[in-house]
């Protein structure tokens, strides 16, 4: 056994002389660093910023976030609670709006929260894809959110800081659990409320086609082209037309037939990105009719429903199981 141990120990002993003394290919060699060139290139010393002022706020401190919209106007929120408005020079300033305090006025409708040991917490809670995230983020001044041009983006609650008392909570979308009005389901599905895997691209397409042919067709001749004049928008066939949009766009497939599930797509995109144009599609006056044959409907499905258990054609309805209240402790 000593022999043995003798042994793997000599051996171990020429690996170690043989890794430390056999040469290699690599030559450490010293580096000595250039001299820093100093600011030049993109970096140098220059005047761009020369001619920025500062804009006035009339006692006023923050601004909390400026945007330019598109009427041409600068706006700003200040701590105050005033949404400011005023020309891109600071000229013209006028109070545009009042929140009646703080970030959204959340101050105001809860005046006793505040401060580290009840900070604000706001939930911001919508039906799928109108912009929930996208405005967590504009109030945050940064990427706080995960956003997307589709339903379902969101999928858990996420906790977003705006300050070190108020608390910001993006929640997934939420729909009605039964939608008794058809027109508002092709209309949630239309403008993008309803995840993908729950519609009918080419069922969604006819719809929105014939609520905007009625309604719109200008827009609808001005975008595709088909050499229409609005009267022939109007009685021309919701298919008829998908498929001239189709061919007029490129959606073929073999053979140069033309891909009405590609045509389908298309359509609704223009749509959601605004290529057609400003579009609306109910009134409160057509909602409110919808609304009534959609609950008389329901009802009318009720009462056939209750019938045929009644008759013994379906199972009866199951009653839900009592709640028993949970046992005090002895």
Sequence with gaps: MKKFALGLG??????VAYLAFWPVP????????????GYVGPHAVNQKLAGLKLIDLGGEEGPEHVVLARDGKLYTTVLSGNILRMNPDGSGREVFAHTGGRVLGCYRLAPKRGGMFKPMRVLICGIPNVGKSTLINTLKGKRAAKTGDEAGVTRTEARIVLADDFYLYDTPGMLWPRIIVPESGYNLAASGAVGKNAYDEEEVAYELIAKLKADYPALMEARYALGLTPEAWAQTHDDELLEAIGRKRGALAGGGRVNIQKAAELVIADFRALHIGRITLETPEQFARWLKAGKQADAERAARKKKLREEGHISPERKPAKKTAPRKPR
């Design 10 to 15: 000599v051996l171990l002993l020429a690996v």
């Design 26 to 37: 690599i030559r450490a060699v010293s580096w000595k660093a250039p001299a820093a060139p």
